[in-house]
Nanobody
Framework: QVQLVESGGGLVQAGGSLRLSCAAS????????MGWFRQAPGKEREFVAA????????NYADSVKGRFTISRDNAKNTVYLQMNSLKPADTAVYYC????????????WGQGTQVTVSS
């Protein structure tokens, strides 16, 4: 089991930036792929971005390409989501997740951090 703790959420004006962090502990060797998801009120949880252990592969939702950047510091067992040019539509609870490289299921989740973008 991998424990994930997010931080860095908050209130920001449209056009602003935030950086989310996700610290992993426990069986971190099983967190080969780490990702960010988000859920807005009344909507289903959606994929935002993912990154492999080496950082050689990243993937982004079309809605955040060019604005968000995912990165990781394996020495700190931490993954980051740099969010720039934020829009009110980015308002959601952001969740960190982890999975192995051998499965597309995400069994490990953090508790979430609220991001609110005001217009």
């Amino acid at each position: 089991q991998v424990q994930l703790v997010e931080s860095g959420g908050g209130l920001v004006q449209a056009g602003g930036s935030l950086r989310l962090s996700c610290a992993a502990s426990g069986r971190t060797f099983s967190a080969a792929v780490m990702g960010w998801f988000r859920q807005a009120p009344g909507k289903e949880r959606e994929f935002v971005a993912a990154i492999t252990w080496s950082g050689s592969w990243t993937n982004y939702a079309d809605s955040v390409k060019g604005r968000f950047t995912i990165s990781r510091d394996n020495a700190k067992n931490t993954v980051y989501l740099q969010m720039n040019s934020l829009k009110p539509a980015d308002t959601a609870v952001y969740y960190c997740a982890a999975r192995s490289s051998s499965s597309y299921e995400w069994p490990n989740w953090g508790q979430g951090t609220q991001v609110t973008v005001s217009s």
